[in-house]
């Protein structure tokens, strides 16, 4: 395991274990970490959390993120690659709350990953990010996985993505776009009866 | 390109032991010896390599949704799409010559096959009062003989305007902003006539009349389950979607009264392993049951679970979805809890056992979808049985998380976008608020007529013009003696179609036939070359651009003849700008997008590559019913019965057919070649009915009206059926479906579960196929 802070004091802190119902917070903290990162953004945690939120606008400031498709708010597809090398993969938000929390699986079968992001203010109304990440590679990429060099490699592109959003962050200075949805188990909370992108047909379709 | 047949073939009946695998090789032959035989090698390229690709056609063999751009094969269709495609690119031609030398009666006396292969319509026709011959008219002469009819009836709701799921939206849009300017809403629709019963069922329990999956659903989910549904010959993409499914480590469990080749094994033939190796068992666990039978499954595997949580309190229900997002559990539970178990068996022909070991499946898995088609929602019972359905995905939370989902399996292509545009006969006050804030005219309130009330209020002389927009309404509705009165007691029909079917020529004092471009063929109108949209089973909308010349430069699309239509009928009365419509279907679009929910911005969105997704409100935690939460709900247990000596029809497509068309008298999978005219039945029961294998039989139903309704001359054939069960070819058995039989709530047609008998043909001469 890799573990790596960049910035300045970071609140630290272990992630959340409470547990609830559908209107509680169940954070499902990864024991068992391949990358584990923090960064601090200049930036109020509103701020960098929602522009977090904003998945489509990855690819403009990621190295490796090529386009993010937003399938529903609970789902999101990513093509990855450098080159002429492409991988696309689903993702499942499992966890997550404004401001504070938010935790994924990798939908597919291979290579299968599950990862967090923790939100957390520091002194100078800053941000600190962590992102944490296990992966469970099958087949060959197992294999590789096992050596060092292969968690070095996973560490050094996740701290370089988070340098390369705290840089596009701090440039930007506001967010351009929020979701502020809660999501439970896979399953968003909706805080209000209509949400916008719930308006469609409701009359039935034969 | 071979020319179309000149008479009637005669054909013999044989039959060979049934496949046990789709697709493959063999598919791949038959699709292009079919292309080849309608139209160019040329010509059938085209289509084939545009077909489903960003900007080039959407199939309209189907609804089924297209892989994201990026990742769909260079040869992105199926043996019945590519078949589909070409029968309407056919290059043959029915011109006024035909008509000259064919009677109305004549053609009446044809079979639907032999119809379709005439080719595709050219110009205008019209058959005058008294008159035993469609002749040419010109198009103004035309749309002014039907609006001129239009305008002297007595109230616009003597008229009935029917679609077919093949139109675009921005037909359907303008179609039913033609009917309610005019001043009705009677609006029947194909609809009526397939999934009516899931949207009634799912709108009340979940607040969506759609389903509420996406293929990257299908690929994540542990557990699948197809029930009442052939994607074999039905919607065969399908197939794909299963095998990469399967390939995640899913399981599939197939529900039905066949064990059809296409839920046993597929063939994928753009694999290696589908064309050398064996291919991909596609159902893990088949459950051979009797029809209607699915209701009571659905009932006892809730008891289950709900026993199963009795016995391991907290493991087994997902009980944070069920209290923060449900209603109605309890008393649902209690009702569950009451289901017989000698009930549930005699209903689905299945052992205790048998259910139970699916329990074992679903207790497994975390994510589970449910798929389905006609043969839940043709049942009397099919609104309780998709409400079941939904009570058993509520059980474990199988709602708005990834890889889980309710996913109706729609046929037509845009069956789902027509709707969502606004063909329903009972629309809400809010589509027509904004209807009316938008155009400024009152758009009529009452409820229109549907398409079963359609056909009886064209029986009792209320309906006086008919005007479909694609289809074959007559081969499509049940009663077909009652249906072809009915359509021949109007004072005038109107056909929008590519191609001649019976619908032609069952016909009103006067009818028409409006000859429309085709999904293959370009559009230009005066603002330049168009295109259309349609939106997929799974909520995705996406442009559809046909690349061929068009059949006939006399030819009009869709669009064009409604908005024509309109100008003859309504003058400048609605201050509805007619000819905009026709010139540029942007600003068609540019009105749907203030008026449709979800179709914000809908040309810019429309025209990126692979359209857009309509949002899902139960995948947004969000349940627009009339409780504002997810419904449980309690449905009386039925068992389908039929009395000793009958059998439980279920009607079905052969392999080798689109809808009411059959391309050939084969049905390959089957492993019936030669004839249509036959009736499946399992040989216990054929031995029990005194009968053999190739006996001629009349088909005659039973229905409380005390009406005979029979279908002449078919054959029995041994087959692998659901004991008590019998399976034959629709349309020629929608004569067999009383229009009075209908679902419970949704109003469909029940073409499922019709109590027959057999009765051998003694000395009567067998009369000729029809």
Redesign the interface.
């Known amino acids: 395991m890799a573990q790596q802070k960049d910035g300045l004091r970071a609140a630290p802190r272990t992630p959340g274990t409470r547990t609830g119902g559908d209107g509680g917070t169940r954070r499902r903290p990864l024991r068992e970490r391949h990358v584990d990162q923090t960064v601090e953004v200049a930036v109020p945690v509103r701020t960098a959390y929602n522009q977090w939120t904003q998945f489509k606008s990855f690819p403009r400031f990621s190295a490796v993120v090529r386009d993010v498709e937003q399938v529903r708010p609970t789902v999101t597809a990513w093509t990855i690659g450098y080159g002429r090398l492409h991988r696309r993969f689903a993702v499942e938000i499992l966890e997550q709350d404004p401001d504070a929390y938010l935790a994924w699986r990798g939908l597919e079968q291979r290579p299968w990953h599950r990862g967090e992001v923790e939100f957390r203010p520091t002194g100078f109304a800053g941000t600190a990010i962590t992102v944490r990440m296990r992966l469970e590679p099958r087949g060959a990429a197992k294999i590789l996985t096992r050596s060092s060099w292969a968690a070095r490699l996973t560490t050094r592109l996740v701290h370089g993505e988070l340098m390369r959003f705290k840089e596009f962050m701090e440039g930007l200075g506001q967010e351009g776009g929020a979701w502020r949805g809660t999501i439970r188990n896979g399953r968003v909370q909706h805080d209000r009866p209509e949400p916008p992108r719930s308006r469609v047909a409701q009359w039935p379709v034969g | 390109m071979q020319n179309p047949p000149g008479e009637e073939s005669e054909t013999s009946l044989s039959v060979t032991p049934p496949k046990k695998w789709a697709a493959g090789v063999p598919a791949v032959v038959h699709a292009l010896e079919y292309s080849l035989e309608q139209t160019s090698p040329r010509r059938t390229g085209v289509d084939l390599l545009t077909m489903n690709q960003v900007g080039g056609i959407d199939c309209p063999g189907c609804a089924w949704a297209d892989p994201?751009p990026?990742?769909r094969h260079r040869n992105e269709y199926c043996e019945n799409g590519a078949k589909h495609i070409n029968d309407e690119a056919t290059t043959r031609r029915v011109t006024a010559g035909f008509f000259r030398e064919h009677s109305v009666a004549d053609l009446a006396g044809r079979s639907d096959m032999w119809l379709n292969q005439q080719g595709r319509l050219t110009e205008p026709m019209i058959k005058r009062p008294g008159s035993a011959h469609y002749e040419p008219i010109t198009w103004n002469d035309a749309l002014g003989v039907l609006a001129g009819e239009l305008n002297s009836l007595a109230s616009p709701d003597e008229a009935v305007f029917y679609t077919s799921g093949r139109a675009s939206n921005e037909a359907a849009f303008v179609l039913q902003l033609f009917a309610r300017s005019f001043g009705t809403n009677n609006l029947p629709?194909?609809?009526?006539?397939?999934?009516?019963s899931?949207?009634?069922a799912?709108?009340e329990t979940l607040?969506?009349?759609?389903g509420t999956v996406?293929l990257?659903d299908l690929?994540?989910a542990d557990l699948i389950f197809l029930v009442g549904q052939n994607p074999g010959s039905n919607h065969p993409r399908q197939l794909s979607a299963l095998e990469e499914a399967k390939?995640?480590?899913a399981r599939i469990v197939a529900v039905n009264p066949l064990p059809e080749a296409g839920l046993r094994r597929f063939k994928n033939p753009q694999q290696p392993r589908g064309i050398v190796g064996r291919g991909t068992q596609i159902a893990d666990r088949f459950l051979h049951i009797k029809p209607g039978g699915d209701l009571a499954l659905f009932q006892a595997l809730n008891r289950l679970l709900l026993e199963a949580e009795d016995a391991r309190p907290g493991t087994v229900l997902d009980h944070?979805?069920i209290?923060?997002?449900t209603t109605g559990f309890e008393e649902f539970a209690q009702h569950a809890r009451r289901v017989h178990w000698d009930d549930v068996c005699t209903a689905t022909g299945l052992t205790r056992e048998e259910i139970e070991k699916v329990r074992d499946e679903v207790l497994e898995s975390k994510r589970v979808i449910v798929c389905w088609a006609m043969g839940i929602t043709q049942h009397k019972h099919g609104v309780p049985t998709v409400r079941e359905i939904v009570n058993f995905l509520m059980l474990r939370?199988n709602l708005?998380?990834?890889?889980t989902g309710a996913c109706p399996v729609r046929g037509h292509s845009n069956?789902?976008g027509d709707?969502?545009m606004g063909i329903?006969e009972?629309?809400?006050d809010t589509?027509l608020d904004a209807l009316q804030t938008e155009f400024g005219f009152d758009p009529p309130r009452a409820h229109g007529l549907d398409s079963v009330d359609s056909i009886k209020a064209m029986r009792e002389g209320r309906v006086r013009v008919f005007l479909a927009l694609a289809g074959n309404f007559v081969r499509a509705a049940p009663d077909s003696d009652v249906t072809e009165e009915a359509m021949r007691s109007c004072r005038l029909t109107a056909h929008i179609s590519t191609k001649l079917n019976r619908s032609h020529t069952v016909c009103g004092d006067t009818a028409l036939i409006l000859p429309t471009l085709g999904r293959t063929e370009r559009d230009v109108q005066a603002d330049g070359e168009q295109f259309v949209t349609v939106e997929n089973s799974m909520s995705e909308v996406h442009t559809s651009r046909g690349r061929l010349e068009p059949a006939s430069p006399m030819l009009l699309s869709e669009i064009a003849i409604l908005c024509r239509l309109a100008r003859h009928t309504l003058g400048d009365k609605a201050g509805i700008p007619w000819e905009k419509f026709e010139g540029d279907y942007n600003t068609i679009r540019d009105r749907i997008s203030r008026i449709?929910?979800?179709f914000h911005d809908f040309n810019a969105r429309v025209t990126r590559p692979g359209g857009f997704?309509?949002?899902?409100?139960v995948?947004?935690?969000?349940f627009?019913n009339k409780v504002?939460k997810a419904l449980f709900t309690r449905n009386e247990s039925v068992v389908p019965r039929a009395p000793e000596g009958h059998l439980l029809l279920q009607t079905l497509r052969s392999h080798d057919q689109w809808n009411t068309v059959p391309y050939t008298d084969n049905d390959r999978y089957r492993g019936i070649h030669g004839s249509r005219r036959v009736v499946l039945v399992n040989p216990a029961d054929i031995s029990a009915l005194g009968l053999a294998q190739g006996d001629h039989v009349d088909l005659v139903s039973v229905w409380s009206d005390g009406t005979e309704r029979r279908a002449e001359n078919f054959q029995v054939v041994s087959y692998p059926a659901a004991k008590g069960s019998a399976a034959a070819y629709y349309p020629e058995t929608n004569v067999l479906v009383p229009l009075d039989s209908v679902a419970d709530v949704?109003n469909?047609p029940t073409s499922k579960g019709i109590v027959v008998r057999l009765e051998p043909v003694l000395d009567r001469t067998h009369p000729s196929p029809a």
């Open positions: 994201a990026g990742r629709d194909c609809s009526n006539m397939c999934h009516e899931s949207g009634f799912l709108s607040g969506t009349g759609k996406s990257d690929h994540h390939r995640g480590g944070d979805f209290d923060a997002h939370g708005g998380r990834a890889g069956v789902q709707r969502t329903w009972q629309m809400p589509f449709v929910p979800g997704l309509l949002p899902n409100p995948n947004e935690g969000v627009n504002g949704s469909q």
